[in-house]
């Protein structure tokens, strides 16, 4: 799952058990809309991006530089994951919200992409009950 600084989802998916988690941070990156912004010139992509320590390596530090990206991620062994958890929990509280529909909780679905349709569902739900609370 893909947050924005509110923890409200940009994008969603589903990959294998076994797949490792640093795989799929290109395909993540690519799909992120293009963010809006209140005034001032419109920004297409955000400027800063926070991920675990199994998404560092110099291939994707210098993949997320030539795309313009600040990169926030603890180098392995050498800093603690201690900083990141200031802003991790967004991304747990994002992933709970997701988690408290009832079809996601148990996956009931035998193939990934129905599992998908509804998560992607759910997050489309998320979406809409974070912004209509906040245009009240």
Known sequence: ????????PL????????MHDSLALKPFIRGIPA???????RRRRPV?????KANFSAEHLAWLRERGLVARIARPGIES???LG???WKIERSIAWLFGY???TVRYERKG??????LGLAAALTCYKKLAKLAT
């Not at 799952?1 to 409200?8: F, K, R, T, Y």
């Not at 994008?11 to 076994?18: D, I, L, Y």
């Not at 992409?113 to 509804?118: C, I, N, T």
């Open 86 to 88: 200031r802003h991790r």
């Open 81 to 83: 994951g201690e900083r």
């Open 11 to 18: 994008a969603v998916a589903v990959s294998g058990a076994n």
């Open 113 to 118: 992409s129905h599992f998908l349709a509804f």
């Open 102 to 104: 009832r079809r996601l």
């Open 48 to 52: 800063k991006l926070r991920a675990d």
């Open 35 to 41: 963010v809006r912004s209140r005034r001032g010139p």
């Open 1 to 8: 799952m893909l947050s924005d600084a509110q923890g409200i």
